[in-house]
Nanobody, 134 residues
């Protein structure tokens, strides 16, 4: 069972930046991809971005492309989400998620297709609140 712990949330003014971290409790060689989602009050959980652990390939939702950047540090079993040009609409609880690795998973996610649905992830962090004020 992989445990994910997010950190780095907080309050920031519009136009500011934040970097979120997500540390995995075990070797990320057992993980195929790690992603970030967010959920604003009264809204569905929204996919933001994902990174394939073995190749470092990334995929972004259109809503954050160009403003958010996902990266990873294999030595620390950690994935990061750098968020720039924050807007009040970015206020939400941000969640880290991981999908287990397997031969089936690797064969399924090919040709530029990445896990980007909530059900495609096996493990979730507890979430970290980000509040952007105008």
């Amino acid at each position: 069972q992989v445990q994910l712990v997010e950190s780095g949330g907080g309050s920031v003014q519009a136009g500011g930046s934040l970097r979120l971290s997500c540390a995995a409790s075990e070797r990320t060689s057992n993980i195929f991809a790690m992603g970030w989602f967010r959920q604003a009050p009264g809204k569905e959980r929204e996919f933001l971005t994902t990174i394939t652990w073995s190749t470092g390939s990334t995929y972004y939702a259109d809503s954050v492309k160009g403003r958010f950047t996902i990266s990873s540090d294999h030595a620390k079993n950690t994935v990061y989400l750098q968020k720039n040009s924050l807007e009040p609409e970015d206020t939400a609880v941000y969640y880290c998620a991981a999908r287990r690795d397997s031969p089936t998973t690797r064969s399924f996610y090919t040709g530029g297709y990445y896990p980007h649905k909530r059900y495609e992830y096996n493990y979730w962090g507890q979430g970290t609140q980000v509040t952007v004020s105008s």
